[in-house]
């Protein structure tokens, strides 16, 4: 067994990092519990991960990458702010884009756990 480590005092926050200055109250904690939004292979409506797919091209993930972390508030500006993705439109056989929808994700999160508050982040997962 090795012997304990004795932290620095030293944390990877801004504050620290850069302006070796004192994390103010606000800081998030390195340890923490977030929601879990797993949108395949899941209980997960396929309405909800469309959308999820949706916010995967925005975002340039790709199979690599394939969690984003995330709020309520994160993705109702999604909404409000007329953002535009790349869609396979099946209807022309081409990419198309259309407005990036974000409602049936809000509303199934709001749905499955209606404690969740609008700036708790929700931590997102979808494989391709």
């Known amino acids: 067994m090795s012997d304990k480590i004795v932290w620095s ?13 004192p994390n103010p109250p606000d800081t998030e904690a390195g340890l923490r519990k977030v929601w879990f939004l797993d949108a395949q292979w899941s209980t997960c ?4 991960e469309n959308q999820v797919k949706d916010l995967w091209r925005l975002l340039s993930l790709g199979n690599d990458h394939y969690m ?6 994160d993705l109702t500006e999604y909404e ?9 439109d099946d209807a022309q056989s081409k990419w198309s884009t259309k407005r990036l929808r974000t ?9 499955q756990a209606p404690d969740i ?8 997962h979808w494989w391709w």
Do not use: C, F, M
Request: negative net charge; charged residues 35%; proline residues 2%.
């Open 45 to 48: 409506p396929i309405e909800v």
């Open 103 to 111: 409602n049936a994700i809000l509303q199934w999160l709001r749905e």
């Open 117 to 124: 508050k609008d700036d708790e982040q929700i931590v997102i």
């Open 9 to 21: 005092g030293i944390t990877s926050s801004y504050h620290h990092k850069w302006n070796k200055t």
């Open 68 to 73: 984003i972390k995330t709020s309520l508030e």
């Open 80 to 88: 409000e702010d007329d953002v535009e993705v790349e869609a396979w």
